[in-house]
């Protein structure tokens, strides 16, 4: 097993099994969290990231296969590509573009089955081949509130901003195009998310 990532709430292995690459990612002990507290809390995540891959696959977005699970540790397809954040500004336009509707189609597809994806970065955007995987659902939950998904397209706003600022503009425009088109209640979502754009930069956060 080689280690690929030590992160605050989970460690990621990459493993070989017959000659196939599979991804673990392991929710690990935290020393400041009561044992009591500290093992269902870890095993709640767990379950939970499972459950949202698989309803977000149901969805018809792309998402690892998980292969297996146990309470603190999830085996999944190892998805061998480029993460969006490390590549879009180094991408044609014509390619940008593709992908700001990738990622406006998958949005819609989350949001109009009720799934939040919690951490939408393009660090938890993978892509490979022509398809863009979503992946880190470990922040996500289930919910049709509009503000739960006004909230989550907030957080993408931001980072398209911090990562990708020169192409801001046109980003959000396409990814927005494409969500609007393909989500019902896409026009409540960012009416709310202007409310809290407006919310935050008026308290500075
Ligand atoms: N299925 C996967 N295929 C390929 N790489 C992955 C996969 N899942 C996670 N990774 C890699 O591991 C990193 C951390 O995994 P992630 O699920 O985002 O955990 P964290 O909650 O620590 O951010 C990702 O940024 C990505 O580089
Ligand atoms: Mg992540």
Redo the contacts with the bound molecule.
Sequence with gaps: MEL??R?A??V?FLEKRKGKEF?I?ERIKKGYRIPEIDKPLRKKRTRSEVGLIEKARRAGVSV?IVREHTDFKIV????EGK?LKDSLNSFTKTKRIRIYELIGEALAKLHSNGIIHGDLTT??M?LRKNKLYF??F?LGKISKRIEDQAVDLFLLYEAIEATHLKYKNEAWEKIINVYKQQYSKSKRVLIQMEKIKKRRRYRGE
Aim: charged share 25%.
């Design positions: 690929i990532q992160g709430e989970a990621i991804l990612k690892p999944m397809e190892w998805i993460k660090s938890n993978i992946i880190d470990g």
